[in-house]
């Protein structure tokens, strides 16, 4: 029975990773860039949601969604002052770049909100939903994490297969000049996935801090950097891709923690990326694509 | 094909246009166009006019600045110097995705069509602007959504059945055979709505068959669409046959405009393609801006323009080229 609930913790956890993972793969995907400021978008997301909820006692819901609205605006920005600029600029300079950023976002927020830990309120509920006659218990959390996962899932394949804006953002993704020249608003639909990006970091932020409440200014990187390593796993740029790696970067989490060792767990994850990157370089789904020269 | 050559009335500028077409402002207009790559000029005083619904050939030998033209027109390039006139209006300012809302619409020499999506896809990316709902409606797929996506359907099918595709609809744009790809990138570019079309090489690889079948359809989509088409094309049967004023470019410089039969004739294109041969070619007829040091003695470039010089080549040598006149008066 154990068994089964490390599981479920596993694929809580996984849905989480997955969230934050599809920022980065949507991003890679179109801006070939990897935003490393994306896992201090989630900080940001959780502290503005844990003010809003604490300090003026709004309901979850208008937490969540303002949140939503905070993240969606900062990631909209970074694009703009910090990575629009650097369109043209290589590959490595963007890296530095958002780096920078990501350490800029979290001493900010060191400045504004001090170092001292919050408590994040569960947005679930602490009742546990016992099943199995009291020997399953699984808490809200966990199951609001993984529906998340899923409606999230759903509504992006939707959104990138069959709307305007998703065929425009899979023709950017593929090839901008032409789709420039199609009358694609290259710019905007880069804002476009930045926002979207952003807007899931918040709820990522959001379920993670209900599920392990300690909110500090460093929050986000572990998470983000397991989530980068999920988009990896996944195949970077393919968005089942980074939810199937989300999900079984989780789920190999948890059962390290469980059964081998817990001051090892995250070694194990980020071993698990390392041979990955060396059996299939591409990522479970990622397609091998050769590199004009 | 039977084909009418359509007589050119010439235009202030050196520039001509089809009688049908010659009380009407031009679609397209370049003044003084050029681009200097680090000091290189690329292209140099470039002044073409095209017509509402003409059907215009840019023509040259390989590294004549053809697809630079095309570049600049599209915005891809931003020009050195000189005016392009798209619709009457000056493009200054203007950006690709401007142009091509305004309605300029192009292809490319090696194609670049979406080849993940499906041809649905590719071509729904060019009614881009056209599909009107937002990202809620989308997402929800909400009323406006179906509906906006049934016109686009229904607007895609027709645009296939124009090459004769429909039954192509499904299928991953990278998977089709190469002449399909050819012909999807057209159709791709004419779900843009555009008033001119941009043809860049559109018969390149294609077989006899398939480069006559296209003929026909160029002129169909011109004939249905009314709108104007410029190609750039080294098969030279497809250029003399369906386009109605042609320009030549040579090292970044036009060297003739003309109807299709006046630059079969021109001395100076016939030097420019194959080379002069001393005794063929007596000191009077070259042309200004001419290098005279100069002696291309680089062979054709496609079969087909190779036929063309083995039937023409003899005895259009003499025939009388309008080129000198322009270069003397113009310039």
């Known amino acids: 029975m154990s068994f089964l609930s490390h599981l479920i913790s596993g694929i809580s956890l996984g849905s989480i990773y997955a969230i934050i993972a599809l920022g980065y ?68 300079a963007v890296l530095i770049t958002a780096i920078g950023v990501s350490y800029f976002l979290q001493n900010a ?41 899923i409606v999230i899932m759903v509504a992006l394949t939707w959104f990138t297969s069959s709307t305007r804006m998703g065929k425009a953002m899979r023709a950017c993704s593929e090839d901008k000049g032409a789709a420039q020249l199609m009358g694609i608003n290259v710019n905007v639909t880069i804002s476009m996935v930045f926002a979207i990006g952003s807007a899931l970091a918040a709820i990522a932020g959001i379920l993670l801090c209900s599920a392990y409440p300690t909110l500090t200014p460093t929050t986000g990187s572990m998470p983000g950097i397991k989530a980068f390593t999920a988009a990896v796993f996944g195949g970077i740029g393919s968005i089942p891709g980074a939810m199937i790696g989300g999900i079984l970067l989780g789920i190999i989490e948890i059962f390290g923690k469980a059964y081998i060792s817990t001051q090892l767990s995250d070694a194990i994850v980020f071993l698990v990326l390392i041979i990955v990157l060396l059996v299939r370089p591409a990522g479970i789904l990622g397609k091998t694509v050769q590199e004009k020269v | 094909m039977a084909r009418v050559e359509t007589k050119l009335v010439p235009q202030p500028a050196t520039n001509y246009l089809p009688e049908r077409d010659a009380d009407k402002q031009p679609i397209l207009e370049t003044r003084n166009l050029g681009i200097d790559f680090g000091g290189l000029a690329a292209l140099d005083s470039f002044d073409i006019a095209v017509s509402p619904t003409e059907i215009a050939g840019l023509i040259g030998p390989n590294g004549a600045g053809k697809t630079t033209v095309f570049n600049l027109l599209t915005k891809v390039y931003q020009p050195t110097r ?25 292809t490319f020499q090696n194609i670049r069509l979406f080849n993940n999506m499906n041809v649905e896809d590719n071509i729904k990316v060019g009614l881009h ?24 359907h229904e607007r895609v099918r027709e645009l296939l059945s124009i090459f004769s595709m429909e039954h192509l609809t499904q299928h991953r744009a990278g998977s089709l055979p190469y002449g399909a790809q050819r012909r999807l990138e057209i159709i791709r570019a004419l779900a843009t709505d555009p008033k001119l079309l941009l043809l860049d090489e559109p018969a390149a690889g294609m077989n006899p068959s398939e480069t006559a079948e296209l003929m026909e359809n160029i002129v169909k989509v011109r004939d249905t669409f009314q709108i104007a088409v410029v190609l750039i094309e080294h098969d030279m049967n497809l250029v003399m046959g369906i386009c109605e004023g042609i320009c030549v470019l040579n090292f970044g410089k036009i060297i003739a405009k003309g109807t299709p039969s006046e630059i079969q004739n021109n001395p100076v294109v016939i030097e420019a393609y194959l080379g002069r041969r001393e005794e063929d070619h007596p000191e009077d007829e070259r042309a200004e801006g001419e290098d005279p040091g100069v002696t291309y003695v680089e062979g054709p470039e496609g079969h087909s323009t190779d036929e063309w010089a083995a039937d023409k080549g003899p005895e259009v040598m003499h025939g009388e080229g309008r080129e000198e006149d322009h270069h003397a008066d113009g310039d």
């Open chain 1, 109 to 149: 927020a060191l400045l504004l909100w001090t170092s001292n830990p919050k408590v994040f309120p569960s947005i679930a509920g602490n009742t546990s939903i016992k099943l199995l006659g009291g020997q399953l218990s699984i808490s809200p959390t966990a199951l609001l994490s993984i529906a998340s996962c």
């Open chain 1, 25 to 92: 793969t949507m991003v890679y995907g179109i801006a070939k860039m990897l935003n490393f400021a994306h896992g201090d978008v989630i900080m940001v997301g959780a502290y503005s949601c844990f003010f809003l909820m604490s300090r003026f006692h709004l309901p979850v819901i208008v937490g969540v969604v303002a949140a939503m609205l905070v993240c969606t605006l900062l990631g909209v920005t970074i694009e703009r002052l910090a990575y629009k600029p650097l369109r043209a600029a290589p590959a490595l």
């Open chain 2, 129 to 152: 602007k056209s599909i009107k709902y937002g990202m809620v409606a989308g997402t929800l797929r909400l009323p406006s959504y179906w509906k906006q996506e049934k016109i686009a």
């Open chain 2, 82 to 106: 000189g005016t392009i006139l798209f619709d009457g209006r000056d493009t200054l300012g203007m950006s690709s995705v401007h142009l091509s809302r305004a309605g300029m619409a192009r």
